[in-house]
């Protein structure tokens, strides 16, 4: 037993992955988990059991869309009951006004919604779907009107970069108290789709402007998070606060990951809630074990006086790039990739963006 | 322009900030979006008495009166503790 690990801070439970969007930077994985190999209400309520013994702090519902999950009041309830702060991820595609009430009489103590585009065209098109910025707009305020406290999620890339200030108006007309300006991430199917998602450095410190000036403008009313894109980095960043070190994810399918995106990493056995506890996994899971605390990394990691800030950066990046899900992340200015990185998004950024591959079933 | 915290500020916590005891941790914590605020005993003290209607001139008169301390200490540390927690999001006047 490994019981010197300190407990999680939050668990992201990824209820589904039949969602009414076909983003083509979901983080989901390329390969999506079938409604018939969810998991069932009764594992969830065990599961959230587990993790609130386990020391929890944080449960954020995902998917997919959690809302297609009938379940989903039941679960926030018993996350309530013990005392788990409660976040539903949804794209407010299927909100009603009945289910917003629901959800804050159940216990949700906040509401986060993606908006993928500040005019209805783009929203669509980046979204891979019809109407669905009226519809954001309508479920903001359906949630709103239930008084839960919203936020706004914009990932953002090289198509919608140019209405970021009209995302930061947008988020303070919905009554959001806090907008997170995330940059694509490129795992997954975001790094399928890079050559279309990538910016250039130029709209990149362009945003970090608007963003510093937003922050200053607008503090005590809006919390502005923004998610540096780390193609132009100097510094890995710190991936998941460290691998297997305050997060865990659970997929649809009950498959323990320190990461939504770790399985990427195909030569990690991952363990399943169907089969273990969650602090046996969090303790002793070899795959959470991998890359935990700084005795696994290479140099020029291992003598580095910031492996404890950063922690290696990102697994999944490195074996993207790499070929090597142990080597340095190739974000950090020390590793022999680095030049290659910022060489990809340069050239792929200077390019005419090709056209999506949405997000599928398969 | 940004929000400054006065005197006769009555703060409270923002939507969605949660302050609860963690048993595993034995810590009196702020719970928000995504982010937890690890509090020692006095921020403790001070949070679980602002509740929108009690004003900062008040809060500590009455921390100075329980705690058998000068005011003025008392109000300077807590009008920059809350200007702190307002422009990290935490609070709300």
């Given at each position: 037993?490994?019981?010197?690990?300190?407990?999680?801070?939050?668990?992201?439970?990824?209820?589904?992955?039949?969602?009414?969007?076909?983003?083509?930077?979901?983080?989901?994985?390329?390969?999506?988990?079938?409604?018939?190999?969810?998991?069932?209400?009764?594992?969830?309520?065990?599961?959230?059991?587990?993790?609130?013994?386990?020391?929890?702090?944080?449960?954020?519902?995902?998917?997919?869309?959690?809302?297609?999950?009938?379940?989903?009041?039941?679960?926030?309830?018993?996350?309530?009951?013990?005392?788990?702060?409660?976040?539903?991820?949804?794209?407010?595609?299927?909100?009603?006004?009945?289910?917003?009430?629901?959800?804050?009489?159940?216990?949700?103590?906040?509401?986060?919604?993606s908006l993928q585009d500040t005019e209805a065209e783009g929203a669509d098109y980046f979204a891979g779907s019809k109407h669905s910025l009226a519809k954001k707009q309508a479920a903001a305020a359906m949630l709103r009107e239930a008084e839960l406290p919203l936020t706004i999620n914009a990932v953002m890339h090289r198509g919608n970069l140019a209405h970021l200030e009209a995302m930061i108006d947008m988020a303070l007309a919905l009554d959001a108290g806090r907008l997170e300006v995330a940059h694509v991430q490129y795992y997954g199917w975001a790094l399928r789709n890079r050559a279309a998602l990538m910016p250039t450095r130029a709209q990149i410190d362009v945003a970090t402007e608007i963003v510093t000036a937003a922050r200053a403008r607008l503090s005590g009313r809006l919390v502005i998070d923004y998610v540096v894109p780390d193609y132009y980095a100097s510094r890995p960043k710190a991936c998941m606060g460290g691998w297997a070190r305050r997060f865990f994810n659970v997929d649809p399918a009950g498959n323990v990951l320190p990461c939504h995106a770790a399985q990427t990493i195909t030569s990690l056995h991952f363990d399943t809630v169907r089969e273990k506890s969650l602090g046996d996994i969090w303790r002793n899971s070899a795959a959470f074990n991998q890359f935990r605390g700084t005795d696994w990394m290479p140099e020029p990691c291992q003598g580095c006086e910031r492996r404890e800030i950063d922690w290696g950066g990102c697994r999944c990046q490195a074996l993207a790039l790499t070929g090597d899900a142990a080597a340095t992340d190739p974000a950090c200015g020390l590793s022999p990739q680095h030049a290659m990185m910022h060489e990809i998004a340069v050239a792929e950024a200077a390019a005419p963006a090709p056209e999506f591959i949405y997000r599928r079933m398969r | 322009m940004s929000v400054k915290v006065e005197g006769a500020s009555c703060p409270a916590l923002a939507r969605g900030v949660k302050l609860r005891f963690d048993e595993t941790r034995d810590q009196w914590m702020l719970?928000?979006?995504?982010?937890?605020?690890?509090?020692?005993?006095?921020?403790?003290?001070?949070?679980?008495?602002?509740?929108?209607?009690?004003?900062?001139?008040?809060?500590?008169?009455?921390?100075?009166?329980?705690?058998?301390?000068?005011?003025?200490?008392?109000?300077?540390?807590v009008m920059e503790m809350m200007q702190d927690l307002l422009e990290r999001g935490f609070n709300r006047i």
């Open positions: 037993m490994n019981e010197a690990v300190a407990p999680p801070m939050g668990m992201l439970a990824e209820l589904t992955h039949r969602c009414p969007l076909a983003c083509p930077y979901c983080s989901n994985p390329l390969t999506l988990q079938q409604a018939a190999n969810e998991l069932d209400t009764t594992t969830w309520l065990r599961v959230l059991d587990e993790a609130a013994g386990l020391g929890v702090l944080q449960v954020h519902f995902s998917g997919g869309e959690p809302l297609v999950r009938t379940d989903l009041e039941t679960l926030i309830a018993h996350a309530a009951k013990r005392g788990l702060y409660s976040n539903l991820i949804t794209s407010g595609m299927t909100m009603t006004a009945a289910r917003a009430r629901a959800l804050a009489d159940a216990g949700l103590d906040h509401a986060q919604l | 719970n928000a979006p995504e982010r937890v605020l690890v509090l020692d005993e006095i921020a403790q003290t001070i949070l679980e008495r602002v509740d929108g209607k009690l004003s900062i001139n008040e809060l500590c008169w009455q921390l100075a009166v329980d705690f058998a301390a000068p005011q003025d200490i008392i109000q300077a540390d």
